[in-house]
């Protein structure tokens, strides 16, 4: 149990462009789920905090109107980049909180790669 | 100072060796403890997942929690190639999902 998926695997855009991605959780309901980014060789580095049917919690220093998060149903968050430009490539990695009854942590997707060109 | 720190490593070892992680932290009211695996390009892996101090045991992997000095481990037992592996622990206090994480620990098995 407690699958996550994301979608696209891996993406490369033009600068100016937007690029959604996608994650789903597959086999839970999921009220919660986060957004991160993830430089080569460092940690993760959390960007919000998605809650289904309201507004995200963004971190400090993370643009809203940059990164737009839609968290519709209990099963599925997106998250834009909008004008995407070359210093957004990063591996950008979701994670969702599964009900009680399971191990109360989060259970992440296999990240999406993005390359801006 | 950061709430969890880690060695980064790289901490390479020969195959059937006992490997040993660790991280310390600051924050007292942490309660949930985690040791995450990411292989390269990949998300990372729930290994562990300890509510409190004492040990925990899953195969060859091994959690203690030592809440006294702040100090958590992971152990792994004949550990093989197919280890090779950032370890990332994280932490959280009861109430808050979101949680803090070390640097992650690269570890190498040499064949």
């Known amino acids: 149990g407690a699958v996550v998926s994301q979608h696209p695997s891996r993406v490369i855009c033009k600068s100016g462009t937007s690029v959604k991605i996608e994650c789903r959780s597959l086999d839970f309901q999921a009220t919660t789920m986060f957004w991160y980014r993830q430089f080569p060789k460092q940690s993760l580095m959390l960007m919000a905090t998605?809650?289904?049917?309201?507004?995200?919690?963004?971190e400090q220093g993370v643009e809203k109107d940059k990164f737009l998060i839609n968290h519709a149903s209990l099963t599925l968050s997106t998250l834009t980049v909008t004008s995407a430009h070359p210093e957004d490539s990063s591996f950008y990695i979701c994670?969702?909180?599964?009900?009680?009854?399971?191990?109360?942590?989060?259970?992440f997707g296999p990240g999406t790669r993005l390359l801006v060109l | 100072q950061k709430e969890v720190e880690q060695d980064p490593g790289p901490l390479s070892v020969p195959e059937g060796a006992i490997v040993s992680l660790n991280c310390t932290y600051s924050?007292?009211?942490?309660?949930?403890f985690m040791w995450y695996r990411q292989y390269s390009r990949k998300g990372p892996e729930l290994l562990m997942y300890?509510?409190s101090s004492g040990n925990k045991e899953d195969g060859r992997f091994t959690a203690q929690v030592d809440k006294s000095s702040k100090y958590i481990s992971l152990f792994i037992r004949d550990s093989q190639p197919s280890d090779s592996a950032t370890y990332l622990c994280?932490?959280?206090?009861?109430?808050?999902?979101?949680?803090?994480w070390g640097a992650g620990t690269k570890l190498i098995i040499k064949p």
């Open positions: 998605s809650n289904e049917g309201s507004k995200a919690t963004y």
């Open positions: 994280a932490m959280r206090v009861g109430s808050n999902y979101q949680l803090i």
């Open positions: 924050n007292s009211a942490f309660q949930y």
């Open positions: 994670s969702a909180r599964p009900p009680t009854g399971l191990q109360e942590t989060q259970y």
């Open positions: 300890t509510y």
